[in-house]
């Protein structure tokens, strides 16, 4: 895989021959902390889409997505790096927006 697929969840190339795969939606949690019952439901959806592709975890974390209110993208230049961008608030849509905003810089 050698771009970002979106098929009810990520699977994210990161180097060779190894993947990020994520994320779930959860709103209600108390810390963030991953859950067993997070990583179940990321292997199910794994398993339904690689079927009998074999795979090896490597590391199982969690974070919190940020947002910001009305779900709009904030987009801005770095006051220290004046060749730096920064991109926030794309929520879920992130990988699809990022790549488009980047084009109107």
């Not at 963030?32 to 439901?41: D, F, I, Q, S, V």
Request: net charge positive; proline share 5%; hydrophobic share 30%.
């Amino acid at each position: 895989i050698k771009d970002i697929v979106k098929h009810g969840i990520f699977i994210c190339p990161i180097e060779s021959n190894r993947y990020w795969v994520g994320s779930g939606y959860e709103r209600d949690f108390e810390d963030n902390l991953p859950t067993k019952e997070g990583k179940n439901k990321l292997k199910e959806q794994l398993a339904n889409i690689l079927k009998s592709t074999e795979y090896k975890i490597i590391q199982h974390i969690s974070g919190i997505r940020p947002s910001v209110k009305g779900r709009k993208p904030l987009l801005g230049k770095s006051n220290k790096y004046s060749s730096m961008y920064l991109f926030g608030g794309l929520g879920t849509k992130g990988s699809s927006l990022a790549p488009y905003w980047a084009e109107h810089l």
